[in-house]
């Protein structure tokens, strides 16, 4: 499966549009597309998500932002952004679960004790990574060709995310494919 992450820092910087990136993963068997965009306004990530919408059939997930999850199947947060609920990641789970109820929920992960502990909560799959070192997180632990023997102890969902191009290959069923920041994928 291709997770598609649709950035749009990186896109802008490399001058491509929302709409042409949708058309460049239009001919692929895309079943979820993540969004990001961590300088928009409120505005703009709307009428975003609402192109989306229009154009992209699969699922869609907003990254961190929960108050757009009415525009979305599902949210994807980082570490940091669940911990910023509650310091107890099953009482963060619990209060994010009360505003998306079965919508999807999804969690970055980056080593085998943040699995563990992802193992315990009520998501619906993981995030890991990094794979490679990738333009918007340059500070991103790398864990390169470790991670997809580290996927094999999440009792979720796996998909590997950072980095990852479209000729990478990973065993299935155990990993998802992630179009790194969805610019493999033109």
């Given at each position: 499966?291709?997770?598609?992450?649709?950035?749009?820092?990186?896109?802008?910087?490399?001058?491509?549009?929302?709409?042409?990136?949708?058309?460049?993963i239009?001919s692929?068997?895309?079943?979820?597309?993540?969004?990001?965009n961590?300088?928009?306004?409120i505005?703009?990530?709307?009428?975003?998500?609402?192109?989306?919408?229009?154009?992209y059939?699969?699922?869609l997930?907003?990254?961190?932002?929960?108050?757009?999850?009415?525009?979305?199947?599902?949210?994807?947060?980082?570490q940091?952004?669940?911990?910023?609920?509650?310091?107890d990641?099953?009482?963060?789970?619990?209060?994010?679960?009360?505003?998306?109820?079965?919508?999807?929920?999804?969690?970055?992960?980056?080593?085998?004790?943040?699995?563990?502990?992802?193992?315990?909560?009520?998501?619906?799959?993981?995030?890991?990574?990094?794979?490679?070192?990738?333009?918007?997180?340059?500070?991103a632990?790398?864990?390169?060709?470790?991670?997809?023997?580290?996927?094999?102890?999440?009792?979720?969902?796996?998909?590997?995310?950072?980095?990852?191009?479209?000729?990478?290959?990973?065993?299935?069923?155990?990993?998802?494919?992630?179009?790194?920041?969805?610019?493999?994928?033109?």
């Amino acid at each position: 499966m291709i997770y598609a992450l649709a950035d749009m820092q990186s896109l802008r910087q490399r001058g491509l549009s929302l709409q042409k990136f949708l058309s460049s993963i239009s001919s692929l068997d895309v079943p979820m597309l993540q969004y990001r965009n961590k300088t928009g306004s409120i505005e703009e990530q709307k009428a975003d998500l609402e192109l989306i919408r229009n154009r992209y059939r699969g699922s869609l997930i907003v990254n961190d932002m929960i108050k757009l999850i009415s525009y979305a199947d599902g949210i994807h947060l980082g570490q940091e952004d669940m911990l910023s609920w509650d310091k107890d990641k099953q009482t963060a789970v619990a209060m994010i679960r009360k505003i998306i109820g079965h919508k999807i929920l999804g969690l970055s992960t980056h080593n085998l004790a943040e699995i563990q502990e992802a193992n315990t909560l009520e998501i619906d799959y993981i995030g890991l990574g990094a794979y490679r070192t990738t333009e918007t997180k340059k500070d991103a632990s790398v864990g390169g060709d470790t991670l997809p023997e580290m996927a094999k102890h999440s009792t979720h969902p796996v998909a590997i995310i950072g980095g990852v191009r479209m000729d990478d290959r990973f065993e299935k069923p155990i990993c998802y494919k992630v179009i790194g920041s969805g610019l493999y994928a033109l």
